[in-house]
């Protein structure tokens, strides 16, 4: 269904823009890794899944705002940056995301 777009566009068709719901994170699986997608608006952020407290399923977590929260301990991350709302050393990977077509396409380094 969905997978690499082609060789010469680094980028992973994902879902559908309109599958995604506002406001709501979202979890998915893609070449073995967790990931989750953040829809802020007409805006989409794709994210480690997996929080670094101690695993937590940030897929299931939920939006305050741009804000995702932990569903295990509500620890605090920026979906645009990844970055903790407390800690500077703690930071989620990003990953670039480009909607065409209706598509939203993620560049995963290792799909
Ligand atoms: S596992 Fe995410 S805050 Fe504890």
Redesign the pocket.
């Known amino acids: 269904m969905f997978g690499r777009v082609n060789t010469a566009v680094p980028f992973t068709r994902v879902i559908k823009f309109n599958e995604l719901t506002a406001g709501q994170a979202h979890p998915f699986r893609v070449a073995g890794q967790d990931l989750v997608l953040c829809r802020v608006d007409d805006q989409v952020y794709a994210l480690d899944g997996v ?1 670094p ?4 399923p940030l897929g299931h977590g939920t939006l305050h705002g741009r804000m995702l929260v ?1 569903p ?4 605090e991350f920026d979906c645009a940056t990844g970055q903790h709302d407390r800690s500077a050393a703690c930071r989620l990977t990003t990953y670039a995301v480009s909607l065409v077509d209706g598509d939203v396409l993620v560049d995963l380094p290792d799909a």
């Open positions: 929080c407290h101690v695993g937590g932990c295990w301990h509500a620890w």
